[in-house]
């Protein structure tokens, strides 16, 4: 089956700095990425989708600025969170549909957590 | 904005029993799927059902969709331990490829 991959699966940093997370599918060209947002206890939110070569499309009360999302190839997709406040931290999760728009493949997520 | 609800929030069974989760949802859908999550962990896809069936098995799941209704289930038959988990269902909506997830289900299967 179809593979995606996130990077890092955890990180930590200061409040004030800027994080990036990759997402790759491995095994298939992703036209579209999607980036959720899940808190603790709580279900998946959508924060934005991306198709390659676009600009990211943010759902309602995302800020574009302060989550930049880049999808330069087929294969990847980049989430940066700029300027990470504490109230950043989260588990965030990546997904990758190719051809078959039906499906999407998730990443394992990535738990960042601002101090 | 979360369409989906689900109920229970969260349902705790015996090993061997049967586990049913049910999703409601608002609007017009191509598809709802059923996704699986362990605790600090990825999705999981489990099983997708188009708006024009109303039943598909896989393994020991079975999901139901009424679209007049606006609902689905999943059944979990002769649960085992290893099936503890979050359940989320999430619509596709007519309107595009993106996904709605539901509140979700926190199944705990007790040995």
């Avoid at chain 1, 179809?2 to 994080?19: D, L």
């Avoid at chain 1, 990036?20 to 989708?49: G, H, N, V």
């Amino acid at each position: 089956g179809a593979v995606v991959s996130q990077h890092p699966s955890w990180v930590i940093c200061k409040s004030g700095t800027s994080v990036k997370i990759e997402c790759r599918s491995l095994d298939f060209q992703a036209t579209t990425m999607f980036w959720y947002r899940q808190f603790p206890k709580q279900s998946l939110m959508l924060m934005a989708t991306s198709n390659e070569g676009s600009k990211a499309t943010y759902e309602q009360g995302v800020e574009k600025d302060k989550f930049l999302i880049n999808h330069a190839s087929l294969t990847l997709s980049t989430l940066t969170v700029t300027s990470a406040h504490p109230e950043d931290s989260s588990f965030y999760i990546c997904s990758a549909s190719g051809s078959s728009r039906h499906e999407q493949y998730f990443g394992p997520g990535t738990r960042l957590t601002v101090t | 904005s979360q369409q989906g609800e689900e109920d229970p929030q969260a349902l705790s069974i015996q090993e061997g029993e049967n586990a049913t989760m049910n999703c409601s949802y608002k609007t017009s859908i191509n598809n709802l799927q059923w996704y699986r999550q362990n605790s600090g962990r990825g999705l999981v896809h489990l099983i997708l059902i188009r708006s024009n069936e109303r039943e598909k098995h896989s393994g020991r799941l079975r999901v139901t969709l009424d679209t007049s209704k606006k609902s689905s289930s999943l059944l979990i038959t002769a649960s085992r331990a290893a099936d503890t988990a979050s359940y989320f269902c999430a619509t596709e909506e007519t309107s595009g490829s993106r996904l709605t997830f539901g509140e979700g289900t926190q199944l705990t299967v007790n040995p």
